[in-house]
């Protein structure tokens, strides 16, 4: 049975950073590549962060880019995704995916099997 969870959701204060985590049972971690998704209450979910399994690839929205950093640990079989700077707009559930669709480090989306998504964790970012 395939498991997807995140860590690391929080409040913090604006400026702030938090890292999230992302583990997974039943499938190959490292052969997948992996995805970092938010959505905030009235808006659709939107890519923040995507990676290749050795890490070569890697897909940013622009809005995150150079506060957000993704990053894999293939020993422990975890995703990060560590973010400094924060906004009140990064306020968000976010989610992990596995199996993302990653091209060229230009585009990323999400896995259509519900499976592949984890529960989800909040940040909330405070001004």
């Known amino acids: 049975q395939v498991q997807v969870a995140e860590s690391g959701g929080g409040l913090v204060q604006a400026g702030g950073s938090l890292r999230l985590s992302c583990t997974t049972s039943g499938l190959p971690f490292n052969s997948y590549n992996m995805g970092w998704f938010r959505q905030a209450p009235g808006k659709e979910r939107e890519t923040v962060s995507c990676?290749?399994?050795?890490?070569?690839?890697?897909y940013y929205s622009d809005s995150v880019k150079g506060r957000f950093t993704i990053s894999r640990d293939k020993a422990k079989e975890t995703m990060y995704l560590q973010m400094n700077s924060l906004k009140t707009e990064d306020t968000a559930m976010y989610y992990c995916?596995?199996?993302?669709?990653?091209?060229?480090?230009?585009?990323?989306?999400?896995?259509?099997?519900?499976?592949?998504w984890g529960q989800g964790t909040q940040v909330t970012v405070s001004s």
């Open positions: 995916a596995a199996g993302v669709d990653l091209r060229s480090g230009s585009y990323c989306t999400g896995p259509g099997a519900n499976n592949l």
């Open positions: 990676l290749s399994p050795r890490g070569y690839t890697t």
